[in-house]
Nanobody
Framework: QVRLVESGGGLVQAGGSLRLSCAAS????????MAWYRQAPGKQREFVAD???????NYADSVKGRFTISANNAKNMVSLQMNSLKPDDTAVYYC?????????WGQGTQVTVSS
């Protein structure tokens, strides 16, 4: 099994930056991809960005050019650098990994962007 713990959320003004981190522990050797999702109040959880084992990355259109996902070679840490934050980015951000065909989720970290 794999356990994920997020950190780095908080309150920031519009235009500011935050960096989220997610530490993975357990059987990390079988992690295929690492990703970030978010869920705003009253909305469904949505994809933000992911990074695959060959370092390919994908981003939601809403965050392209502002957010950057990265992961270390050991596959035990994935980060999300968020710049030029907007109030619409306010949400609980969840770390996600694909592990032997299973989606594993962290507990989430709150990001609040004030206008």
């Amino acid at each position: 099994q794999v356990r994920l713990v997020e950190s780095g959320g908080g309150l920031v003004q519009a235009g500011g930056s935050l960096r989220l981190s997610c530490a993975a522990s357990g059987n990390i050797a079988n992690i295929n991809s690492m990703a970030w999702y978010r869920q705003a109040p009253g909305k469904q959880r949505e994809f933000v960005a992911d990074i695959t084992t060959n370092r390919g990355t994908n981003y939601a259109d809403s965050v392209k050019g502002r957010f950057t996902i990265s992961a270390n070679n050991a596959k035990n840490m994935v980060s999300l650098q968020m710049n030029s934050l907007k109030p619409d980015d306010t949400a609980v951000y969840y770390c996600n990994v694909l592990w032997i065909g299973h989606n594993i989720w962290g507990q989430g970290t709150q990001v609040t962007v004030s206008s």
